[in-house]
């Protein structure tokens, strides 16, 4: 008896085993590795969500390759070391074919060592300061080409800026764009004395003193604006402390490169109106693509107040250039997809196709948008076509040689065309 009880369990147990395994052969896993907690849940939230309606959507279409798509939701908590050890559970545990997550770039900065040792494939879907190109890496967001310089260039070409203030939260995006910047504007005749550059920890509230520095910086007889890299929560107190010492959009303009629709639904805007944002989307766009997807977006979250943002965006070209990289190399394995996805083209959400160039960049257009008192963006700028991110900035010496192809023979991250020698794969 206790034999016959004894085998049919292992029968049972082994039955249910077998059956998990062909459940998880069934299915491809993808990673989604964005902070739920901490500074940055204010805007990772929301892409999280993105990522779990366009695999909803693309397993209504079949699937991919017979199989349906699982999402594998981790929670980083806005803790970069916690990056990197979620990114390494999401590949060898949990074995995801791709990953897509991050914003910060300290915390892609964490995972890179990880995906690029365990030769995985990772979406970036926001804008990043550039000096990388990595095999494992595609970045779907702006690089500084194709949102920091032309936003500068509006701002001298259309209200006459002469004085700068470059804002930023402390870690490397802030730091690398505004180095950028800084070499940028004096390439362009702009004196060290009208520069003024201030850093700011993450999650700052205080900032009473910085806005105080910044309104007497401005008051100096030179047009002023601020460009702010200010990342997450901080935005909220900084844009309260602007309207509170009465800096209008008239007096002293900023233009944001971290502050969309997502961002502004948190905020009162009326203090706000005026002040710019560049990104390669807005939600205001009119366009089929954009209706849809915003359609789309609210059936999804049953929400007809929730938003649409640039980052989102960026997920949606970038997963839908990783489906069809799978669908063109039959197979989800990371080496052919990183060599299937180069030249795939998709419909981006304003009426035209990005494609993923050489350097694992994106074809994007660039728009200027001003806030309206809805929270809404109406598009005071854009360029007349796509712009190609540039992986090596063209304003840095020890970049301005370096370029990026990642097909073969050359495969190399930074080949310096003075020297004809690749130096690593990334930075």
């Not at 998990?20 to 929301?46: Q, Y």
Request: glycine content about 8%; some cysteine; charged content about 20%.
């Amino acid at each position: 008896m206790f034999n016959n009880r004894f085998l049919q369990c292992a029968t049972l147990v082994a039955a249910v085993s077998a059956s998990n395994l062909v459940l998880a052969a069934d299915t491809i896993k993808v990673g989604v590795l964005h902070s739920l907690s901490g500074t940055m849940a204010i805007s990772e939230t929301t892409l999280k969500d993105t990522m779990l309606m366009l695999i909803e959507e693309q397993n209504k279409k079949g699937g991919l390759l017979g199989k349906q798509l699982e999402p594998v939701v981790v929670d980083p908590a806005s803790n970069w070391p916690l990056f990197a050890e979620k990114a390494r559970e999401l590949i060898e545990k949990d074995e995801v074919a791709a990953i897509f997550g991050c914003w910060t770039s300290v915390s892609r900065k964490s995972i890179l060592p990880v995906v690029e040792e365990l030769d995985s494939v990772v979406f970036y879907p926001v804008q990043y300061e550039g000096e990388e190109s990595s095999k494992n890496v595609f970045y779907t967001g702006a690089a500084p080409n194709q949102q920091a310089i032309p936003a500068v260039d509006y701002l001298m070409d259309e209200l006459g800026v002469e004085r700068w203030v470059l804002a930023g939260t402390d870690y490397v995006y802030p730091r690398t764009t505004n180095k950028i910047l800084e070499a940028y504007l004096q390439d362009s005749g702009v004196a060290a004395e009208d520069i003024m550059i201030n850093y700011t920890p993450f999650g700052h509230s205080d900032w009473q003193s910085i806005v105080s520095d910044i309104k007497k910086f401005g008051a100096e007889g030179k047009k002023t604006a601020v460009v702010s890299t200010i990342n997450g929560d901080a935005n909220v107190p900084f844009y309260k402390e602007l309207g509170a010492q009465g800096i209008s959009s008239a007096d002293i303009p900023v233009v944001a490169f971290s502050v969309g629709e997502e961002e502004l639904s948190g905020m009162d805007t009326g203090p706000l109106v005026g002040h710019l944002a560049a990104w390669n989307y807005f939600m205001s766009v009119d366009s089929e693509a954009n209706d849809e997807f915003i359609d789309n977006w609210h059936a999804f979250i049953q929400d007809e107040d929730r938003v649409t943002n640039d980052p989102m965006e960026a997920h949606y070209i970038g997963f839908n250039m990783w489906v069809k990289a799978v669908e063109k190399a039959g197979t989800t394995a990371a080496p052919a997809v990183q060599d299937a996805i180069i030249g795939v083209s998709v419909p981006n959400l304003t009426g035209g196709l990005s494609s993923m160039m050489p350097n694992h960049h994106i074809s994007k257009p660039v728009l200027i948008g001003e806030i309206q008192d809805d929270g809404q963006f109406e598009v005071v700028s854009s360029t007349d076509g796509l712009v190609v991110g540039d992986a090596w900035s063209d304003f840095l010496p020890g970049s301005k040689d370096l370029i990026a192809d990642w097909r073969a023979p050359l495969s190399c991250g930074n080949y310096n065309v003075e020297t004809g020698k690749c130096s690593g794969q990334n930075f």
